[in-house]
């Protein structure tokens, strides 16, 4: 029996967002480590400050006699700011490792769904979330994660230092420092609805966008571009109402943190005044000096620095959240597995066997079973013609050898180093050259193999009548050739994939007699390579070149005839 990824079913954003980190502790760490002493020279750079004005105002000292302790407030300047390029390079060194990994898994995962269930995906779609939703990783990786730590390990350096200095100062920081990780956590759960439905929309607006540049011409003939124009405004604009309605609950937070920030700030320095000033006396207020009272007045901002840097990547934590909310849900519509047969069946060696399936079934989602059961074992180098009426399970065959879906029941066994060629109906070809096209499956095939290839499918007179040959270009799904044509170019690249199992299906369909003659023909030069050839056809001339044929009927096998 098939089982379902088990892992995949379980993924949430949260634990796939911790998965990718999990490879990056190092780089996070040195960040947190450049970041932790870049704080500490931040409060050694406020001590020297202090000391300096004391020593000029209060000792009377002259400018010149302190030069080298300026020179030293230079230094530990310069050195700051080389720390924190440091925690930057780090950080970003960390996202980019983290998205290569995000990108690298939805790509394979991609391929694991083959194209029979990307079909149900917009290419626009997968292209915005393998760009745009892993690029708002970013922000998450670099900053936000790191500064999770500097927002603790600083603001309790500053701290434990005013305390020192004076306690009733500390507590009035302490007592402010939770209202700006309330008011973050009460707007990051609006923030991170937004920014799921703002990556939706341009999702959407891509796909809608594309799809109406692709059918610019039935448009025009059509007459109705002005109307397609206003969609694709009323589309736009849409998503601009989603992103200003973000940017706005951004702005509005931060002022609101600012304001918590600076009042309480001003309250600090309200009692560094008056305490100076001999207006309070209660607890260490007496006691405060100038190099002290200033030197708590220029730690209180750096004390909410961390914390208001950490309120400002909140964001960038709500866009990672809702990225990986989209991406998620792309990586749990997993693909079954395949199972090796623990045995063949009677007859030939199972050594000699490309495919065997064994009772195997295939389900379509809203359809039911379309398939099977089936048991079916498919010879090297056999050439095998799949026939029935339209829906018997023909294609849904051909998938299933080929894996782009997989069983719900029974088992799948390929052999796996024979490789697999396949053809469909309407070939997939790419905006380039015939000879990029061809490169698909031979990337180092030289123009002689590839002249050679597109040869044996027929098209040497259209290759010698062309001026630039195999380099001659073609439009977007192969514009520039015909339906003919298109189908011996296919024919072409399974020449050269040089694969030991070929899927055909209905590689004649749609064609005029000439042309067919011409497809015919280099399917019959396939066959003779010895390669293991299954055709889904109605042709007698490719039936009549099988070594056996299949009659399906509603999904299940009913005939076979040699």
Request: hydrophobic share 50%; proline share 4%.
């Amino acid at each position: 029996m098939t089982t379902s990824d088990s892992g995949a079913e379980s993924l949430t954003p949260r634990r796939w967002l911790r998965s990718l980190v999990a490879g990056q502790r190092q780089w996070l760490m040195g960040s947190v480590l450049f970041g932790v002493i870049a704080g500490v020279l931040t409060i050694v750079q406020m001590i020297g400050l202090a000391w300096l004005v004391d020593r000029l105002i209060v000792a009377g000292v002259a400018p010149t006699t302190l030069l080298p302790q300026f020179l030293g407030l230079g230094a530990v300047i310069l050195l700051r700011s080389l720390l924190q390029w440091g925690q930057e390079v780090t950080g970003q060194e960390a996202s980019l490792r983290a998205r290569h990994r995000a990108r690298r898994d939805v790509l394979a995962h991609l391929q694991r769904l083959g194209p029979i269930r990307l079909s149900g995906y917009h290419s626009a779609g997968l292209g915005n979330q393998l760009v745009e939703q892993v690029e708002a990783l970013d922000g998450y990786v670099a900053k936000f994660l790191p500064q999770q730590w500097l927002a603790i390990c600083q603001p309790l350096l500053i701290l434990a230092l005013v305390a020192w200095l004076d306690w009733l100062a500390a507590i009035f920081l302490l007592a402010s420092a939770p209202l700006i990780p309330l008011f973050m956590a009460l707007v990051g759960m609006g923030a991170e609805r937004l920014n799921r439905d703002q990556f939706a929309a341009v999702a959407r607006l891509s796909g809608h966008f594309l799809d109406r540049v692709r059918g610019v011409t039935t448009l025009q003939l059509f007459a109705r571009t002005s109307q397609a124009t206003e969609e694709v405004y009323a589309a736009a604009d849409h998503y601009r109402r989603l992103s200003m309605k973000t940017l706005r609950l951004a702005f509005l937070s931060s002022a609101v943190l600012e304001f918590f920030a600076a009042v309480a700030i001003a309250v600090v320095a309200i009692y560094i005044g008056f305490g100076l000033l001999g207006y309070i006396e209660y607890g260490p207020s007496a006691s405060l000096t100038l190099f002290s009272g200033l030197l708590i007045l220029l730690l209180a901002p750096e004390f909410f620095q961390p914390l208001r840097t950490l309120s400002q990547h909140y964001h960038d934590r709500a866009s990672a959240l809702g990225a990986a909310e989209e991406l998620t849900a792309l990586l749990v519509d997993a693909p079954g597995e395949r199972h090796a047969a623990p045995h063949g069946r009677a007859g030939r060696s199972s050594r000699d066997a490309s495919v065997r399936l064994v009772d195997a079934c295939v389900s379509h989602r809203g359809r039911g079973r379309v398939l099977g059961p089936i048991s079916l074992t498919l010879h090297r180098g056999e050439v095998v013609a799949l026939t029935g009426p339209s829906g018997s399970g023909k294609s849904t065959l051909l998938q299933l050898l080929a894996g782009f879906v997989s069983a719900e029941s029974g088992v799948v066994q390929t052999t796996p180093t024979d490789g697999m060629a396949w053809m469909d109906q309407r070939p997939w070809l790419i905006q380039g050259s015939l000879a990029d096209n061809l490169r698909l499956v031979a990337p180092d095939a030289s123009e002689e193999r590839l002249t050679e290839a597109l040869s044996m499918a027929g098209l040497e007179d259209l290759i010698s009548r062309l001026p630039a040959g195999v380099a001659s270009e073609l439009g977007e799904r192969g514009v520039g050739l015909s339906g003919g044509q298109a189908q011996r170019l296919a024919l072409a690249r399974v020449f050269l994939a040089e694969a030991g199992l070929v899927l055909l299906d209905e590689p004649t369909a749609n064609l005029d007699h000439a042309t067919e003659t011409h497809v015919i023909e280099s399917i019959r030069k396939l066959a003779s390579r010895h390669r293991t050839l299954v055709v889904a056809t109605h042709h007698p001339a490719l039936m009549a070149m099988a070594d056996r044929t299949l009659c399906l009927y509603q999904g299940c096998l009913v005939e076979e005839r040699p």
